[in-house]
Nanobody, 123 residues
């Protein structure tokens, strides 16, 4: 079983930045494909970004590209999501995800999910 623990959510003004982190169970991180999804109120979960074991990255909607960056630190067993130029549409619960094999944009690609961290962008 893989445990994921997110941190870094909070309230930020429009135009600001936040960095989310997700720590995985020790000893398993190097085996995992990692990613982030988000879910805004009344909407379906949306793929944000993912990074492979070998640091290959994929991103979701065009509106995220250039503003969001995913990266991982193997020494800290942690994956990060750097979010810049935030706006109200980025308000959501952000979920860290992991899978031992699959890397993709669909929720069914990931076996392990964190509890989520709230990001609220105020105008």
């Amino acid at each position: 079983q893989v445990q994921l623990a997110e941190a870094g959510g909070g309230l930020v003004q429009a135009g600001g930045s936040l960095r989310l982190s997700c720590a995985a169970s020790a000893g398993t991180f190097y085996t995992l494909q990692m990613g982030w999804f988000r879910q805004a109120p009344g909407k379906e979960r949306e793929f944000v970004a993912a990074v492979s074991r070998s640091n290959y990255t994929i991103y979701g909607a065009e509106s995220l590209q250039g503003r969001f960056t995913i990266f991982r630190n193997h020494a800290k067993n942690t994956v990060y999501l750097q979010m810049n130029s935030l706006n109200g549409e980025d308000t959501a619960v952000y979920y860290c995800v992991a899978d031992r094999n699959r890397l993709g944009r669909n929720i069914y690609h990931y076996e392990y999910w964190g509890q989520g961290t709230q990001v609220t962008v105020s105008s």
